[in-house]
């Protein structure tokens, strides 16, 4: 399966996002658990059986996710390696036909609890007739409710388990840890294959140096999550969708070396293609498209300069061959299913 190009927005009215329990009071329903970060082909084939179960007994279809990350909070994972924020999660499991997103805050306390103590607050709050859950669930202190704890207490709370075997590509397992990887070795082909989608920042639009514009070549500053994954340094052929626009762009990550600027912590700055709007403090996703190469130090501006025509260009054609790709009309952005 290959990611969409220009992917579909779909409508995410239906679903209802919480944060706890505390309101939730369901006489039934389908429940699936897990940390979904990235929600990748592993995760939507869940989703799949979990709405086509919830569809067909006219019954609610539930997500319970958390954030942080428990990975973060047990110090298993640090730094910036967030594939989706909360948010953005909610909104992709909503496409997917999900009805309640739950997200909940996962402390070192929920980390203590049974996993006994969490299903009987899950039954009481939500009735589940039945859970699905992935072939690597695990659920409360020490990891202790796996697969077959849950069915014994399937067995007490009268909800049926059903487990999803791993989806594999090139006989490897789909996981978030396999698109993180490939996103840090600039394959975003890979991780958008992975994903089933294009991998996308979202941000607002922030003032930079505005060293693009002086040299002719305005670019969006993007205002990011800091503790969220973004690909390496380099250029990046992208989609900037803005409102509901979607528009061809360059991307840049990086550092300006060749102005010697003693940054640290890499700017994404989009260059939108045939596109001069004021569009400061307005919110952006970028969709990443395909890696075009490393950023390097330029002995001079020309040469920068010459560099960027070039990256532009490459950009233009990647995304034009992208889009015949998807039978698509180059230079439409439009979206498929």
């Not at 399966?1 to 009215?13: L, N, Q, R, Y």
Request: proline content about 5%; aromatic content about 6%; some cysteine.
């Amino acid at each position: 399966m290959s990611a969409g190009i220009f992917p579909a927005d779909v409508s995410e009215d239906r679903m209802e996002h919480y944060r706890s329990f505390d309101s939730l009071h369901l006489q039934n329903a389908c429940v699936t658990i897990g940390a979904f970060d990235g929600v990748h082909l592993g995760h939507q084939e869940i989703l799949r059986r979990l709405v086509h179960e919830a569809r067909q007994a006219d019954v609610p279809a539930v997500v319970i996710t958390f954030f942080p990350h428990p990975a973060a909070v047990l110090g298993k994972n640090s730094g910036a390696f967030y594939l989706t924020t909360a948010e953005e999660r909610a909104d992709i499991l909503a496409s997917h036909g999900v009805d309640i997103t739950i997200t909940l805050e996962f402390t070192r306390k929920m980390a203590e609890q049974s996993a006994k103590s969490f299903v009987d607050t899950l039954v009481q709050h939500l009735h589940p007739q039945t859970m699905i859950v992935g072939y690597d669930f695990s659920l409360g202190r020490d990891r202790q409710g796996n697969i077959n704890t849950l069915g014994i207490l399937g067995k007490q709370h009268g909800f049926q388990v059903e487990v999803v075997p791993p989806v594999m590509m090139d006989s490897e397992i789909i996981s978030s840890s396999r698109v993180r990887h490939a996103l840090e070795e600039h394959n975003v082909d890979l991780a958008n294959t992975l994903l089933g989608r294009n991998y996308a920042v979202h941000g607002s639009v922030t003032y930079g140096d505005r060293r693009g514009g002086k040299l002719g070549i305005p670019t969006a500053n993007l205002d990011y999550p800091k503790d969220r994954l973004i690909p390496p340094r380099g250029v990046y052929a992208t989609i900037a969708h803005l409102s509901d626009k979607q528009i061809a762009s360059v991307t840049n990550i990086g550092v300006h070396p060749t102005f010697d600027t003693g940054l640290e912590v890499p700017k994404i700055e989009a260059h939108l293609l045939d596109f001069n709007d004021n569009i400061y403090q307005d919110q952006l996703k970028l969709d990443f498209i395909h890696f075009i190469r490393h950023e390097i130090k330029f002995n001079s501006v020309t040469a920068l300069l010459a560099q960027i025509d070039q990256d532009i260009q490459t950009a233009r054609e990647t995304l034009q061959h992208a889009a015949r790709k998807t039978r698509l009309p180059a230079g439409t952005p439009k979206t498929q299913p």
